[in-house]
């Protein structure tokens, strides 16, 4: 059943089946966009497993050499050793957009550029442990950055999509019916109107005819 708020004139049937046309084109097109950030959510979501693989097994590994390190070194020297790090990184946040969506991009620049300017201590009184400890926490740290943002771009995405699918089924389910029933309620009732102009002129014509007939048998 249509609204009843709905005013059956042809200036509203008109404005009404313009709605639908503009609500019809807009579903597509959301549709469309729907779809496409499903496609780019499922390769993000593939690189982010990759990504978070690679870095668990990185960390792992760090882990396991700082054991190693620890074991073989007096604590007071291990945490002096640590205590002032060399190496420092800037990190720049960007944006960049995707099906609207403004995805996080990370920069990142080092103090220096050598990538082995990362030891704080002396290898003097240190254990080969320890240097692999570093190392490996070095060369992990842009796939967890890159993890960082990739897992940004991962929630964002979804939340997107989660709230383009709710405008597709919007219209799908409310909008375009609803106008879909507008226009035939209205397209009804002026019809309905029509006859009924039809008949009221109808009789008046034989109301007029009539008339002229008992005229001229006056005559």
Do not use: W
Not at 52 to 73: C, L, P, Q
Not at 156 to 161: D, F, G
Not at 168 to 184: D, F, R, S, T
């Amino acid at each position: 059943m249509a609204s009843t708020q709905v005013t059956p004139t042809r200036m509203e049937l008109t404005r009404t089946k313009k709605k639908l046309v503009t609500a019809i084109k807009g579903h597509k097109l959301l549709k469309d966009k729907r779809d496409e950030l499903m496609r780019q959510f499922l390769d993000l979501v593939k690189v982010n497993m990759e990504l978070r693989e690679k870095v668990e097994a990185g960390i792992r590994s760090a882990n396991k050499n700082f054991v190693i390190a620890k074991a073989g070194m007096d604590e007071a020297t291990l945490n002096t050793s640590l205590m002032a790090p060399k190496q420092e990184v800037d990190l720049e946040v960007g944006q960049k957009n995707v099906m609207s969506v403004d995805i996080p991009v990370f920069e990142t620049k080092t103090r220096t550029a050598d990538a082995n300017d990362i030891y704080s201590y002396g290898f003097a009184f240190t254990s080969s442990d320890l240097d692999g400890a570093v190392k490996s926490l070095a060369d992990i740290l842009p796939d967890m950055l890159k993890l960082a943002e990739t897992e940004k771009a991962c929630q964002l995405m979804a939340a997107e999509i989660e709230k383009t699918r709710r405008r597709v089924n919007a219209l799908e389910h409310v909008i375009i019916p609803e106008a879909q029933k507008n226009i035939k309620y209205i397209t009804m009732k002026l019809d309905e109107n029509e006859r009924s102009t039809q008949i009221r002129l109808m009789k008046v014509k034989d109301m007029m005819l009539e008339d002229a007939h008992h005229y001229k048998e006056r005559e």
